[in-house]
Nanobody
Framework: QVQLVESGGGLVQPGGSLRLSCAAS????????MGWYRQAPGKQRELVAA???????NYADSVEGRFTISRDNAKNTVYLQMNSLKPEDTAVYYCNAERSVVFRRFVYWGQGTQVTVSS
């Protein structure tokens, strides 16, 4: 059974920092591309950041330079360091694991963790 368990969300003031973690089990973590998505009320889920099994990263323009995604394959964990947080970063953040093999695509999601940026 695949599980992605996020932690680290919470309430933070504008300009503050948070570090999200996502612990994976039930998958060969090191071969998956891992990502963080977010969904704000009334908006579609959007990609925040992703890291491939080779360590290549990409970020949404809105978080470039403020957020950093990283992974620890020994711990089966992916992280999202969020700095200089803004109220518009408020959303539920979801961990994602994806892998494509020939004609099959494997996608898994965590349950989400709330991040609220407010004074």
């Amino acid at each position: 059974q695949v599980q992605l368990v996020e932690s680290g969300g919470g309430l933070v003031q504008p300009g503050g920092s948070l570090r999200l973690s996502c612990a994976a089990s039930g998958i060969s973590f090191s071969i998956y591309t891992m990502g963080w998505y977010r969904q704000a009320p009334g908006k579609q889920r959007e990609l925040v950041a992703a890291i491939t099994n080779g360590g290549t990263t990409n970020y949404a323009d809105s978080v470039e330079g403020r957020f950093t995604i990283s992974r620890d394959n020994a711990k089966n964990t992916v992280y999202l360091q969020m700095n200089s947080l803004k109220p518009e970063d408020t959303a539920v953040y979801y961990c994602n694991a994806e892998r494509s093999v020939v004609f099959r695509r494997f996608v898994y999601w965590g349950q989400g963790t709330q991040v609220t940026v407010s004074s």
